[in-house]
């Protein structure tokens, strides 16, 4: 494991707690130490990362999408034919593909992984999507199901599924050639993007369903409430995403978050407003452009 | 109850299930009869489902929105004081505030109940969002009780409740005076219609990722996709949509019927891609324009 | 004329200049001073202005639209069978449709006139959308010649159209029955607000064409600008809005007033951003709602 | 000029109606002919057009922007240190910043102009957005002079401006480097089709004003219209496209073209509803993406 922040160091414990033998890598000493004092393995050089795997050796690079090129540019000439080079950040899928090229031609498996699951993911489990050679996706298997949520993470099978559950069911999925995977992962997040305005549109209208008790500013430039009886309610937002999630149409993990957030701060005045764009919600609507498809949301 | 169609109908058999005494009526012999089959009672008439309650009487009316009003008509002058009719139908909150007036002034209490549930009712309960006089709420508790999803139907606790849970954790609210029911569900439904479109407007770009891959016709009027090395996948959406329900962000409910759906029919040409316009959606872009709130999705 | 603002003193203007014999009315003793000073009749008080007039009488009301109902029930009683009021100012059509009834049922005829111009009018006339009843429109004919910019003021005329100008190419048209002009003025600030917002949103990415020459902060969290090579152009905005005034394709008069103000402000750090709601935009969106038609602009 | 389709014969017939020595060439040998008749010189080989005109020479592309590299290649062996060579198709912007580095190299100057008029170009002149190097842009100032609109062509001069016209006010601008040109046309165009969108939304509101007059399907699923006393309007939207155009705030160009095109065929049945993709509405919001500025509209 290659770069131990948030992400990286959960999926690395993870994975240890699963059986799995790791070695985990960082520029910072403090957070190999970190890994070192719970039982993990620790490497303070890539040279030393290298040394500690047996080949065919799998490295998997959990490093902000604009430091993937110079990671890969430092770990590739050590690598052996046969090793395989995963990118678990949040890279844009045409990198990936472009990147597959060169390592592809000397003997470097190179899968692109994209992870949701965030900050519960040490205890959830990661939905993994993943891209890539189908060979190096076989010899990763049991990686993939030691990181995903697992089988029983679904409240209910889906209708007409029977028999041993595929991969998808336990939580992970091969997508297709290189890049697939942080295709899907995009697409995912300009989902996810399109589900939270929804739900803040309308909460938003619940918060203020009582306009029409409250005096607006009157002059000749305004037109007034026109019916201002239709507004005078004073709902308890706390209290409405709390009963959704029981038996209603838009019960989701989204909402639980969201009820968790509105009952500790009910006008959630902790919150900024304000969201860095990591990418995805602008690379799916470019995607939408190109393929000539609808996305107003 | 009033109206035994599909939700009328199941809904006093979750009723009589958990022991509550009911009557059945509906202008259809049929419907009666179905539930007579099962032990339920049935009336023929209005005034026959009038004298087989005890006053104070409970009237829950299940019946189309265009009806309710002439239903009220019906029933409201076979009504004693302290009686307590209930709208569960999908009326537009602004007819429940017009109508609880008048029937207060005749001492008949009066509530709007918005179910959220569907089909999937019967067995995994009723969410109800309900507006009306607190007296009438408290006295109807046990029947919300007995409708409703109860606690064990959310996944998880939200974080900082604790203690004996309230009703909004048992899956039903009082959310306000008359009308705040429906206001209430007609929000959720918009909420719902805009989950249904991120959902949507993502798979499609899904499943045209392989655009590239296909010869757009070439014309001096059209422009050339750039890039169509980058639009070569072919991807699964039906395991793209199963992956996604195992700890990705994207869970919930609707994208669980939606991996049901994509399994059964990956291309979906089993639907119309039409869909009728019950109100909610358009009443809540109303409200989101008379209070001045933005509601792009 | 009764309102002597600044529509109505400037309409009343523009008659007395064709000819017409004019008395104006207003709360304001200088709005009336005003007028008279110009040589214009004045009528201090409502009856005043009634006895100042011959009947039939023609009562042209340039209130706003809060006050439209008040005025109407202060100058209704005054009138005589065959009178006619006009209710010029930014009523909600739907208003115009519900007072038509009880004036008709008087003998008193009722027209409803939408008016675009705004402070231009004086020199350039006033485009007029008008509904209400056929003989009434007929009798104000000469009124509505002179109110209107007449046929000169276009630059070209519509391919196919010959002989004598209608009134539609003299820059006045009956639309239908009451409510209709207020109903096709309420379209029409519609679109103008669809054109101000592409006119917008596109120099804005002109505005910004830079965005490449300038460092955005690095985070882990943000994705960087892909191609800064692409966005390293100050253009001059002014300019360009001149340019397109002469034979391009988005020459209209709103970019003549673009024009105006961003060469006057090239930043247009005068404005504030902020626009008051006179209704128009929010009833267009509700009319489609209501109509069931797409309105994403 | 190379390429004599509608836009190139017509650019060459303009400046040689000026007086300007033009010889033209196409593959297609009717095109040629076609301008021969006319008393205009043709070329039939691009090695005929480079040894017909005396160094330094200008060479002016017009043709699709998926042949302009090509023909790039074709002429840029011919071409002399200090010939320019000018792009006017619809070339992405992006290609001409990529062009123009190579031909600097080999001493040619690079113009990218963006062209708008159209099929009116011949008579109104066009509107010149033009990107590249200030010594060959100030060479060819007669001959833009000679293609642009001209100082006449807008209504009125925009306040503030007075004195001898500079370039934008006889329609033509140099706007940046390399690429300059076509970005603004770019942006030029994503204006106008959200200035169509703007006007087709509301003329559809205006044909469907009769909603409430005709019965709607009445079924369970359906809310029926609330007040369908208010959709009562047979409107005639020739009419009011006509007396749009005096006036009223949302006059412009593309309002004179509806108003031709709805008095020939009121309710646009030879029309198909579907427009080609040339590319710079796509590009447009992608630049606003990549910009991170609104683009609803």
């Not at 040394?51 to 000439?77: C, G, S």
């Not at 008790?213 to 706390?238: F, G, I, S």
Request: with cysteine; net charge negative; charged share 20%.
């Amino acid at each position: 494991m290659v770069g131990l922040g948030r992400m990286g160091s959960n999926m690395v414990r993870r994975l240890h707690r699963d059986g799995h033998t790791c070695v985990g890598y960082d520029v910072t000493e403090a957070a190999v130490a970190a890994i070192e004092a719970e039982g993990i393995s620790g490497a303070r050089t890539p040279q030393q990362l290298i040394d500690a795997l047996a080949a065919p050796r799998n490295i998997w690079l959990m490093v902000p999408a604009a430091l993937v090129d110079q990671t890969i540019a430092t770990f590739a000439p050590l690598l052996d034919v046969g090793d395989t080079l995963i990118d678990g950040g949040n890279s844009w899928y045409r990198d990936d593909v472009d990147r597959s090229g060169p390592l592809k031609q000397r003997g470097i498996h190179f899968l692109d992984v994209g992870t949701s699951g965030g900050v519960f993911g040490l205890e959830r489990g990661y939905c993994l999507m993943i891209g890539g050679d189908t060979a190096a996706v076989q010899r990763l298997a049991p990686i993939f199901d030691s990181l995903a949520p697992g089988f029983d993470a679904a409240p209910t099978r889906t209708l007409g599924r029977e028999g041993e559950p595929d991969t998808a069911e336990r939580g992970w999925l091969h997508c297709g050639e290189s890049g697939a995977g942080h295709f899907v992962k995009m697409v995912h997040n300009g989902i996810e993007y399109g589900l939270m305005a929804a739900y803040a549109e309308g909460l938003n209208v619940l918060a203020n369903a009582n306009i029409g008790a409250t005096d607006r500013l009157k002059d000749a430039e305004t037109a007034p409430l026109t019916h201002p009886q239709y507004y005078q309610y004073e709902l308890d937002l706390p209290a409405i995403a709390e009963v959704w999630r029981r038996g209603s149409v838009v019960a989701s993990w989204l909402l639980d978050l969201t009820a968790n957030a509105l009952l500790a701060d009910p006008k959630l005045e902790g919150f900024s407003g304000n969201v860095s764009d990591s990418g995805e919600g602008r690379w799916t609507v470019a995607a939408a452009i190109d393929e000539g498809v609808p996305m107003p949301v």
